[in-house]
């Protein structure tokens, strides 16, 4: 899903600053997910992109958030295929780190949705049913 998000969100409020100029931008907002990813990943010896907050793309942030997501699943099966209830080096059960991360990233995508809509962007009715809803999301690029 923030994926498809970034790939939704017009360039013009990408590094916008915020009404008000406090708080993060969506890049950084973008960059802070994949970092907490990142940093749960290489606890259980995965190592997904990291990305910098002023510089990303939302290409890079799409191209980040697969690799992450596919290290997080590859651990995560591993650990439950092999009946252990945590992945060695994280500092959770598995399924508690599951739902923390699952969580984690709906928080902040409601906060980047509703910055891109203070920002004056308009999201589709298919575009919020693939973000919130159970619409099927397109297949992955790359």
């Known amino acids: 899903v923030n994926e498809y998000l970034a790939s939704v969100l017009p360039a013009k409020i990408w590094r916008a600053a915020p009404p008000g100029g406090r708080g993060r ?19 259980a010896g995965a190592r997904p992109p990291k990305l ?6 939302p290409a890079e942030a ?3 958030f697969q690799r992450s997501t596919d290290d997080l699943a590859k651990l995560f099966e591993a650990t439950l295929a092999a009946r252990r209830t945590r992945v060695k080096g994280m500092p959770r059960r598995v ?21 891109a809509r203070d920002l004056g962007h308009e999201f ?7 973000i919130w809803g ?6 992955r690029r790359g």
Not at 99 to 114: L, N, S
């Open 95 to 115: 399924i508690d780190m599951m739902t923390y991360m699952i969580q984690h990233d709906a928080h902040h995508r409601g906060q980047i949705c509703m910055l």
């Open 124 to 130: 589709k009715g298919e575009d919020s049913m693939r």
């Open 52 to 57: 910098d907050r002023e510089s990303v793309t």
């Open 134 to 139: 159970w619409k099927a999301l397109p297949p």
């Open 25 to 43: 931008t969506i890049a950084a907002m973008f960059a802070h997910i994949q970092g907490v990813r990142r940093t749960f990943a290489r606890m």
């Open 62 to 64: 799409a191209r980040a």
